[in-house]
């Protein structure tokens, strides 16, 4: 795949997408592939999967605001509390927004091999994780975005006049306070959407997230992917993983092109290695 280096800097994610990914349940794979598109679930049917059953989700707290931290205000020579359990806002996040999550990598977190070849992988113990409430290993499959889909996906929500935010989800356990102040506003709405229980830092997960509006509604939000912009590895229990990336520049004035080809595989491991 051909490596979009001036986007990705220029959009302050350069060590975040050298290796984008999403694991997912096979069906999942199949509905890309007849259909070309990826899908942005709205947060309104996770709550409605909460509510079947708690197991229906991997994690209850998904999109929760803050647990924590209050913030209080001075007003009129009194403190009133703006951001906790009495102000109402310890709540969950509304249901108006919807997101595509994945994984993502940079180089840093590669293994130099040579100089131009690195490797990552990704150990059994995680996937196996990730996979335990997708039906099991071996019931998913692992998709390797090319990196000039992140553009697209920015480029559809411009198109449709959404406001949205991608970013690495933070993993704090929830307790923060949010740095706008403007609670309802859009930009709050989104801040709140990237912050998970850090028993899932494992995940590295990025999340682009995008807000319904009454002038731009999200029943379904679908954004088309071209054959050429993904990869598919179906898992199999008890394999690891593993990216190799062999990377070569071609310098045309200031114009640098890199190219990275990657060999995506499943490697064996040792009973009980996890």
């Known amino acids: 795949m051909e490596f979009d280096i001036q986007y990705i800097r220029d ?14 349940e096979k069906a999942y794979v199949q509905n890309i592939v007849e259909h070309g598109q990826i ?11 909460e509510q079947e059953s708690k197991s229906a989700v991997g994690d209850a707290g998904e999109a929760t605001v803050t647990k924590q931290v209050r913030e209080y ?3 009129n020579g009194e403190y009133v509390e703006i951001h906790g359990p009495n102000a ?7 249901a108006n927004q919807c997101a595509f999550c ?15 070849k690195y490797q990552y992988t990704i150990p059994y113990f995680v996937i196996e994780a990730v996979c335990k409430d997708k039906g099991g290993v071996g019931n998913c499959a ?3 975005f090319d990196t000039k889909v992140i553009r697209k996906i920015y480029d559809a929500l411009k198109k449709k006049k959404l406001q949205f935010s991608g970013q690495k989800v933070i993993y704090d356990n929830f307790d923060y306070v949010p740095t706008n102040k403007e609670i309802g506003s859009p930009e709050y709405a989104l801040e709140c959407c990237f912050h998970k229980d850090e028993r899932y830092a494992y995940q590295k ?10 002038d731009n509604p999200i029943d379904d939000l679908f954004i088309p ?17 593993q990216c190799l990336i062999d990377i070569s520049a071609e310098v045309t004035g200031r114009i640098a092109k890199v190219r990275f080809d990657c060999t995506h595989t499943l490697k064996a491991v040792i009973e009980n290695e996890a």
């Open 11 to 24: 959009s302050g994610h350069f060590d975040d997408f050298i290796f984008a990914y999403k694991i997912v």
């Open 142 to 144: 692992i998709i390797i």
């Open 73 to 75: 205000l001075k007003v």
């Open 205 to 214: 997960e990025f999340r682009i997230v995008a807000l319904n509006t009454e």
């Open 225 to 241: 992917i071209a054959p050429d912009d993904f990869q598919v590895v179906e898992l199999v229990d008890g394999f690891e993983f």
């Open 39 to 49: 899908y942005f679930g709205l947060l309104r049917n996770y709550r409605k999967m």
């Open 102 to 116: 994945l994984y993502s990598e940079g180089l840093k977190s590669f293994e130099k091999l040579s100089e131009n």
């Open 88 to 94: 109402g806002y310890n709540c969950r996040v509304n």
